[in-house]
């Protein structure tokens, strides 16, 4: 009778545990690009809807950092935190609003949109007003972290958007 004695087992899953070890690092930062790509295309992806929807009602439409309660409940805009930005991490409300009025109240919400809580999103600006002519006001520019992995969305007053992902864009330094 032929078999695998146990020192031979153990070297074979010793040399397997190193092979996993060693493959990790490159295998989980391939994973963080493309949930930074995934969060870029979503954020890009939903400002192109405020524009589609401001032109579509003839009206303007505004987005904003979503603060979303503990049982999962959408209170309204997150407020201005003490760093002088605001935090757009894990959602962002698209609500009717009326000329002068940019505060969300709980019957003019048009969509919630969700995307990866683990990307830490920031931005200088909060709400966003889209007007019907597809417009952005003002122009904004988002950056979006998730561990080592950094990349920015660029919006200008037309409502175009341009990302760029790395050390090399401005406001990932």
Known sequence: M???SLLEL???????ALLGVLGLPPLTAQWD???????????????LFARGEAQRLQRAVHVCAAHINRVQELVGCRGRP????YRWDGALVFFNGAEGDVRYQSG???RLNLFDAA????????PLRVVPDGRIRPPVRFILRLRRQCAVLDVDASGHGKAC?????AGCR
Request: glycine content about 20%; some cysteine; charged content about 20%.
């Open 82 to 85: 003490g760093d002088g930005g």
């Open 10 to 16: 153990m070297t074979a899953l010793g040399m397997a």
């Open 119 to 126: 990307l830490a999103v920031r931005s200088a600006a909060s």
């Open 33 to 47: 690009r493309a949930r930074l790509d995934a969060g870029l295309a979503a954020l890009g992806g939903s400002l």
């Open 108 to 110: 003019n919400a048009l």
């Open 2 to 4: 032929t078999g695998y």
């Open 165 to 169: 992902r790395g050390e090399r864009c």
